[in-house]
């Protein structure tokens, strides 16, 4: 069992964050507050870090983790963004809406694989600042065991994660409702209808989106 370093997102100084950011970037483990449900994510370049997040959640190699950066500034260094992804992102970043898009030649280690990138601007502020003191994007997932109910209570994530991680930053009881996600990288799709509802994306891009 690892020493798990346990904060209330509340309580963290600047001090704090620009630690917890260094040690993220550095491959340390942490359960993160988003603006829809826990996460569990580590430094996007981290592969023995990420590796390990696929062993804890007991999650199979095939499903992809989401990549979550601070600002659309640092989600361009990694992704290449058509017309329809830059309305998307103007619309709806921060927030719940999760776009799959071709990777540039920055971001191409992060596929690992797939033939894109899930990238996301939260919208929760204590989850913004520690992205925005990172050097790299966060590598992230649900915090949940797979196949499991997503976790949204501070009480529920310590039950699960104390002892697994190496950070557990509580930010009190959080949305159920995922990010929605739609993949840009062909013709667009809705892959999951979550935080933004359908009609909304279809208003924002001017044209109906294909479901998978």
Known sequence: MRRTHIFKTVEM??????MAARAVDGGAVAVVPTDTVYGIGTGAFCEPSIEEIYRIKERPAGSPLQILTGTLAQAREVAV????????????????????????????????????????????????????????????????????????????????????VDFIFLGGTLSP????????????????EGGVPRAELEKTLGFRLGVK
């Open 81 to 164: 963004f058509s017309e329809a992804a830059e309305k998307l992102a103007a619309a709806y970043w921060p927030g719940a809406l999760t776009a799959i898009l071709p990777p540039a030649e920055k971001g191409r280690a992060l596929t690992r694989g797939f033939a894109g990138l899930g990238l996301r601007v939260p919208g929760n502020a204590f989850l913004v600042s520690l992205l925005a003191r990172m050097k790299a994007p966060l590598a992230c997932t649900s915090a949940n065991l797979h196949g499991q109910p997503v976790l949204t209570d501070e009480r529920t994530i310590l039950e699960t994660f104390d002892g697994k």
């Open 177 to 192: 409702t995922a990010s929605s996600v739609v993949d840009l990288t062909a013709e667009p799709l809705l892959l999951r």
């Open 13 to 18: 100084t600047d001090e704090y964050l620009e």
